[in-house]
């Protein structure tokens, strides 16, 4: 244990929703202020001082619980050591993490469409390609952009493709993917577009850029039913649904669309999808890409293609309120997906300039703080998918040129308070 009397740093840590902004160890103390002004004391702080960057802080004899507070430093390189997989010499469409941060599918533009890596038990940032093996039936075609996606427990795999039978459902028994013999099919030979699980596995919204746009099934064991005739959803956006994300506590589907109204959002009650027209406050201005909810499903994301922003809204009941993010890319960034950290405090944004990668902070007072950008010298274009490991313990990028996915190891490490954090209901 070492200490410096007087010694200083800023933007150490997070203590519950408050950032600190600085640390002082006074005779003996160790001192925390937060941006709101709160002052917390006690604390034991481990290693050679002054701490370097990026910076470990081990917190011992706190008045908090330990799952409430992060123990690094986000400085240069905070989000560093990239690392690559050896991945087919093919574009990378779309990546999807396994919700118990073991597996890594990956979709393709070339055959074989799907791979399945594994991440080591003893470094967790190697990724083993599980082989040809892993997955039974393979796809026939490529997937969209937001075409995989792993059931809340695991379980199953959903795969889009461009070709019949369009939609497939893999079951995952160990390190094999298993395609179910009786497959959903579609509601019309429309390839799909995205696909997106309800928070208990019941549901599996799939999206389309032509008729239906949008159907969404129900999953009793390995069976999918279409939800219609009374079920399902009440209203049909009519145009190109660019993704759906189901909200954390079950209750809301949004959708993101390529035309006005450009946000579509749903109430579920029973199997019933009701349309709520006056749900947001303020729409979307321009061509949506993605939809976003933290964690706590108290706030929701749109990321816009033409009008280069990100819409953020913070909802009570049925009220989605917009919070004035603008400018918070630059003129010339195209956002083209996001992604929230585990813990609801971080929003990676990917878009069509360099560096390709933007990283934000949530504030305590509903604003953001942009962070230091990633080491991007291996991208040359954006991200087609964007995503944070369960844990918080990396953010992964697939794009088209060759390596095709790069992940970032996060010096925060694990981030626990993402499993304890209340879900606003």
């Given at each position: 244990m070492a200490s410096v009397t007087g010694y200083e740093y800023s933007k150490a840590m997070q203590i519950k929703d408050e950032s600190v902004i600085s640390a002082q160890i006074i005779n003996g103390v160790l001192i925390f202020t937060t941006y709101g002004g709160t002052q917390f004391s006690g604390g034991v702080v481990t290693g050679d001082l002054p701490l370097s960057q990026p910076s470990i802080v081990t917190l011992g004899a706190f008045d908090k619980e330990p799952e409430d507070v992060l123990v690094s430093e986000w400085n240069t390189g905070g989000i560093n050591a990239s690392t690559t997989m050896a991945?087919?010499?093919?574009?990378?469409?779309?990546?999807?993490?396994?919700?118990?941060?073991?597996?890594?599918?990956?979709?393709?533009?070339?055959?074989?469409?799907?791979?399945?890596?594994?991440?080591?038990?003893?470094?967790?940032?190697?990724?083993?390609?599980?082989?040809?093996?892993?997955?039974?039936?393979?796809?026939?075609?490529?997937?969209?952009?937001?075409?995989?996606?792993?059931?809340?427990?695991?379980?199953y795999l959903a795969v889009c493709q461009g070709a019949a039978p369009y939609l497939n459902i893999y079951k995952r028994s160990g390190d094999v993917l298993t395609r179910?013999?009786?497959?959903?099919?579609?509601?019309?030979?429309?390839?799909?577009?995205?696909?997106?699980?309800?928070?208990?596995?019941?549901?599996?919204?799939?999206?389309?850029?032509?008729?239906?746009?949008?159907?969404?099934?129900?999953?009793?064991?390995?069976?999918?039913?279409?939800?219609?005739?009374?079920?399902?959803?009440?209203?049909?956006?009519?145009?190109?649904?660019?993704s759906s994300r189901f909200s954390?506590?079950?209750?809301?589907?949004?959708?993101?669309?390529?035309?006005?109204?450009?946000?579509?959002?749903?109430?579920?009650?029973?199997?019933?999808?009701?349309?709520?027209?006056?749900?947001?406050?303020?729409?979307?201005?321009?061509?949506?890409?993605?939809?976003?909810?933290?964690?706590?499903?108290?706030?929701?994301?749109?990321?816009?293609?033409?009008?280069?922003?990100l819409f953020?809204?913070?909802?009570?009941?049925?009220?989605?309120?917009?919070?004035?993010?603008?400018?918070?890319?630059s003129s010339s960034q195209n956002p083209k997906g996001h992604s929230w950290s585990p813990d609801g405090k971080y929003i990676a944004i990917s878009h069509d300039v360099s560096p390709f990668v933007s990283i934000f902070r949530r504030r305590f007072n509903d604003t953001f703080e942009?962070?230091?950008d990633l080491d991007t010298s291996m991208l040359f274009n954006a991200p087609t998918s964007i995503a944070w490991a369960p844990d918080g313990s990396?953010?992964?990028?697939?794009?088209?040129?060759?390596?095709?996915?790069?992940?970032?190891?996060?010096?925060?490490?694990?981030?626990?308070?993402?499993?304890?954090?209340?879900i606003q209901t």
């Open positions: 991945t087919f010499g093919s574009t990378s469409d779309n990546i999807a993490w396994s919700p118990d941060n073991l597996y890594l599918a990956q979709s393709y533009a070339a055959p074989p469409y799907l791979k399945l890596f594994k991440r080591s038990a003893l470094l967790d940032n190697v990724m083993t390609d599980l082989g040809s093996g892993a997955v039974v039936t393979p796809p026939t075609d490529r997937a969209a952009s937001g075409g995989s996606s792993w059931s809340p427990d695991g379980k179910l013999a009786s497959t959903p099919g579609t509601v019309s030979a429309v390839p799909p577009i995205g696909v997106s699980w309800s928070p208990d596995g019941r549901y599996l919204s799939v999206t389309y850029a032509l008729s239906p746009f949008i159907a969404i099934y129900k999953r009793s064991g390995d069976t999918f039913t279409l939800l219609s005739g009374g079920t399902g959803p009440t209203s049909n956006p009519g145009v190109w649904v660019t954390p506590n079950g209750r809301y589907l949004v959708l993101s669309l390529n035309a006005s109204p450009y946000a579509f959002v749903y109430k579920r009650n029973a199997d019933v999808f009701s349309y709520l027209p006056f749900a947001l406050d303020f729409f979307p201005t321009a061509s949506a890409s993605e939809v976003g909810w933290s964690p706590d499903s108290a706030y929701l994301t749109i990321s816009t293609i033409d009008s280069k922003d953020y809204y913070k909802r009570t009941a049925d009220a989605f309120v917009n919070l004035n993010t603008s400018g918070l890319l942009k962070m230091p990396s953010l992964s990028l697939a794009f088209g040129p060759s390596p095709h996915v790069l992940t970032y190891k996060s010096a925060l490490g694990k981030l626990k308070k993402a499993a304890t954090k209340a």
